[in-house]
């Protein structure tokens, strides 16, 4: 059986370029820490994949700190500052701040912006929110790379991502912060990241995301997304038209070019997932970070979907590189199965 990926918000697939330039990092054997030349030879290429990084993200005038993925970066961001949020952000930032700021129509409503944490874009919807000036903190995980942003721009005091949803490795990040702001190291020993995050810098993984970077933003300027969304509209449309109970959330919004949301009353997100997984098709109920759990979506509910209608809904979310045969194929495929569950 020739599978067909449908959930790159969950990951995507590594970049060529991010491939190649992990495979030269590897011939680095110095510790980017040492005084030697193996050690600074190490240590230019994490900062030129620094550099990288910020010309990726728009962050001249600002510091890139090198960790984990987003998780550990909203941790560092936000821990301790008594920030707000709202029930749309990802659970990594739910778990830091007050989920008080109320959510109208899709969009969260902001009184205090130095005091709050809003997402650029949703995993679970792809519904993209129009940030603040003065943000205290944004999670641009979901978004970087296939909507416009620019930290130089965007007014917002510090923003973190993680390599694999762009088409990097999985397993490191950055936080990206004003040159100079204070910072609350949360692993603490030999000071690497200017002070902010200790421990040996994974070069490997950060060459791959320095790369994978690069190549999502070219990829962005070219346009390339524009055709994705096309492809996310023929798939609703299929789908509205074999099954018109569905619900498409969020689709009278701003969203991202490659998500689609699809309740279908009646048919569990996870039955949804396991019946598509047996016909060919990853695609997933919501965060996969969040799948398996019993709870319904607190983004859906903060949407206004009650829980029966949350626990039915699924995301297909596409790679730049999918095509319209594919999306084509699930779609045949899935309202095949959703006709014979509203017929039964």
Same mark, same amino acid.
């Given at each position: 059986?020739?599978?067909?990926?449908?959930?790159?918000?969950? %990951?995507? /697939?590594?970049?060529?370029?991010?491939?190649?330039?992990?495979?030269?990092?590897?011939?680095?054997?110095?510790? @980017?820490?040492?005084?030697?030349?193996?050690?600074?030879?190490?240590? +230019? /290429? *994490?900062?030129?994949?620094?550099? %990288?990084?910020?010309?990726?993200?728009?962050?001249?005038?600002?510091?890139?700190?090198?960790?984990?993925?987003? #998780?550990?970066?909203?941790? *560092?961001?936000?821990?301790?500052?008594?920030?707000?949020?709202?029930?749309?952000?990802?659970?990594?930032?739910?778990?830091?701040?007050?989920?008080?700021? @109320?959510?109208?129509?899709?969009?969260?409503?902001?009184?205090? !912006?130095?005091?709050?944490?809003?997402q650029l874009a949703n995993s679970e919807t792809g519904i993209v929110q129009a940030l603040p000036e003065?943000?205290?903190?944004?999670?641009?995980?979901?978004?970087?790379?296939?909507?416009?942003?620019?930290?130089?721009?965007?007014?917002?005091?510090?923003?973190?991502?993680?390599?694999? =949803?762009?088409?990097?490795?999985?397993?490191?990040?950055?936080?990206?912060? !004003?040159?100079?702001?204070?910072?609350?190291?949360?692993?603490?020993?030999?000071?690497?990241?200017?002070?902010?995050?200790?421990?040996?810098?994974?070069?490997?993984?950060?060459?791959?995301?320095?790369?994978?970077?690069?190549?999502?933003?070219?990829?962005?300027?070219?346009?390339?997304?524009?055709?994705?969304?096309?492809?996310?509209?023929?798939?609703? =449309?299929?789908?509205?038209?074999?099954?018109?109970?569905?619900?498409?959330?969020?689709?009278?919004?701003?969203?991202? !070019?490659? %998500?689609?949301?699809?309740?279908?009353?009646?048919?569990?997100?996870?039955?949804?997932?396991?019946?598509?997984?047996? +016909?060919?098709?990853?695609?997933?109920?919501?965060?996969?970070?969040?799948?398996? =759990?019993?709870?319904?979506?607190?983004?859906?509910?903060?949407?206004?979907?009650?829980?029966?209608?949350?626990?039915?809904?699924?995301?297909?979310?596409?790679?730049?590189? #999918? %095509?319209?045969?594919?999306? *084509?194929?699930?779609?045949?495929?899935?309202?095949?199965?959703? =006709?014979?569950?509203?017929?039964?």
């Amino acid at each position: 059986m020739n599978r067909i990926y449908l959930d790159h918000n969950a %990951t995507t /697939l590594l970049r060529a370029e991010a491939r190649a330039a992990m495979i030269a990092a590897m011939e680095v054997v110095g510790n @980017p820490s040492s005084v030697h030349g193996e050690g600074r030879a190490a240590k +230019a /290429l *994490l900062e030129r994949s620094r550099a %990288t990084v910020a010309e990726a993200v728009g962050a001249s005038g600002a510091d890139v700190v090198f960790v984990s993925g987003a #998780t550990e970066a909203a941790a *560092l961001a936000l821990a301790g500052r008594g920030l707000r949020g709202s029930d749309l952000e990802h659970e990594a930032v739910r778990a830091w701040v007050e989920c008080d700021l @109320p959510v109208v129509e899709g969009r969260v409503t902001v009184d205090e !912006p130095a005091r709050s944490v809003v997402q650029l874009a949703n995993s679970e919807t792809g519904i993209v929110q129009a940030l603040p000036e003065g943000l205290a903190a944004s999670d641009i995980t979901q978004g970087f790379g296939r909507v416009a942003f620019s930290y130089a721009w965007a007014g917002v005091e510090q923003v973190f991502l993680s390599a694999h =949803k762009f088409g990097g490795p999985k397993g490191i990040g950055a936080l990206v912060v !004003p040159r100079g702001f204070d910072v609350a190291a949360q692993l603490r020993g030999g000071g690497q990241e200017m002070g902010r995050r200790s421990g040996t810098e994974n070069i490997v993984a950060i060459a791959g995301m320095a790369a994978a970077a690069a190549a999502a933003q070219a990829d962005l300027a070219a346009g390339r997304w524009g055709r994705v969304a096309e492809l996310r509209n023929i798939l609703e =449309k299929a789908v509205a038209a074999a099954v018109p109970q569905t619900i498409s959330v969020g689709n009278d919004l701003n969203r991202l !070019p490659n %998500t689609a949301c699809i309740i279908c009353p009646g048919w569990r997100g996870e039955t949804q997932v396991m019946a598509m997984d047996l +016909a060919g098709f990853a695609v997933s109920a919501g965060s996969a970070c969040s799948s398996g =759990k019993v709870r319904s979506s607190p983004v859906l509910r903060a949407l206004g979907f009650g829980d029966d209608l949350a626990a039915c809904a699924l995301r297909v979310s596409l790679g730049i590189d #999918t %095509t319209e045969d594919e999306v *084509l194929a699930f779609a045949d495929a899935w309202c095949a199965r959703a =006709k014979r569950l509203m017929a039964a």
